[in-house]
């Protein structure tokens, strides 16, 4: 097959051909089944564990997402709506663990450990998480009844986001990323085959997949849980309404809240290149991108989106 990025190089419009690629991010990005995998802390061989032995229950959740699109408030949301009847906010496990710790990836976590990990002695509903897109998920996943909820994001703030993410360990520029980002090379990309592989999926079985943007989730998050908690299966009674349980879980899962808690400034995580939680927290704003990024780069990046979203009603 040929290489995808050799193909995008030539057929994606004003990608500049001086796109940093020697950046620490970059080197360690693979294609694999048409995306470009960060192999580094997601082996392949995860993936294709995953893919051969998950068995989907009709009840299990999964969260999905790109990453840098609000992977972390969304798991948090999920997690709290799901066990509202089991745990109060104040001893909910939120507050000594990290969504991620809660809602645990399925190919950077379970499958990593393990080829064949026992996952029957969760209770129901399962609740797991990925970054895959939608082609490269288990079968039994697409064939089952369980739902996903998948989160994306103006994709300019993502760059701002995943810039600053890493560099921890790479001294790159946002200018490298967005370059990276044109060419559809980032971990999980291209940003819209992997938007549009759940966009399609949500249109055609929507009471499987929802797709949810940061976005509206920032502008009222009281509605858009309110959604959430529906199509989960886990609705608040009109009660629960009125003696403002969702405004509670809403305030709980805000970004100062969680940001906050000692867990999310403090600890340190297990098994990974990542240095700590804290990453996670940056400042969860909407347009922040406009600080880094000029207007002809977004204009350039827009051009590019319309070539590649276009033949579907999907927009950003
Ligand atoms: P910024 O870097 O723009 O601040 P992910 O969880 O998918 O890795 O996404 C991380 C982004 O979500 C970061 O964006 C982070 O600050 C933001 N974020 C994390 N928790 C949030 C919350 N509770 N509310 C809003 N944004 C949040």
Request: glycine share 4%.
């Amino acid at each position: 097959m040929e290489s995808k990025e050799s193909s995008l190089e030539t057929s994606t419009p004003n990608v500049s051909p001086s796109a940093a690629a020697s950046n620490a991010y970059a080197l360690g990005l693979t294609q694999f089944q048409g995306f470009w995998i960060p192999s580094t802390r997601v082996p392949t061989s995860s993936i294709i564990s995953f893919q051969k032995y998950f068995q989907a229950l009709d009840d299990d959740i999964i969260v999905a997402s790109t990453p840098k699109a609000g992977t972390t408030w969304l798991k948090a949301l999920v997690f709290t709506i799901v066990n509202h009847h089991s745990y109060t906010l104040s001893n909910t496990p939120l507050n000594s663990a990290n969504p991620h710790q809660l809602i645990p990836f399925l190919e950077v976590k379970l499958y990593r450990k393990n080829p064949n990990p026992d996952l029957s002695k969760i209770p129901s509903p399962r609740l797991f998480s990925t970054h895959l897109p939608y082609p490269m998920l288990a079968d039994s996943i697409k064939h089952s009844n369980c739902r996903i909820i998948y989160i994306t994001r103006n994709p300019f703030d993502i760059i701002v986001s995943l810039w600053h993410f890493f560099r921890f360990m790479d001294d790159w520029s946002v200018e490298d990323c967005f370059e990276m980002f044109c060419r559809g090379k980032e971990g999980c990309g291209s940003f819209w085959d992997h938007a549009l592989g759940y966009w399609n999926m949500s249109l055609e079985k929507p009471s499987n997949v929802f797709f949810l943007r940061y976005e509206e989730l920032k502008e009222d998050p009281v509605a858009q849980t309110k959604r959430l908690a529906e199509f989960l299966g886990f609705p608040f009674s009109m009660e629960e309404e009125k003696t403002g349980v969702v405004n509670q879980i809403v305030d709980f899962c805000i970004f100062n809240n969680l940001k906050d808690l000692e867990v999310n400034k403090t600890g340190k995580m297990a098994e990974t290149i990542l240095p700590s939680y804290k990453l996670y927290f940056r400042s969860g704003k909407v347009g922040d991108y406009v600080n880094y990024l000029t207007p002809a780069a977004v204009e350039r990046f827009n051009n590019i989106l319309e070539e590649k979203l276009s033949g579907s009603c999907l927009t950003f």
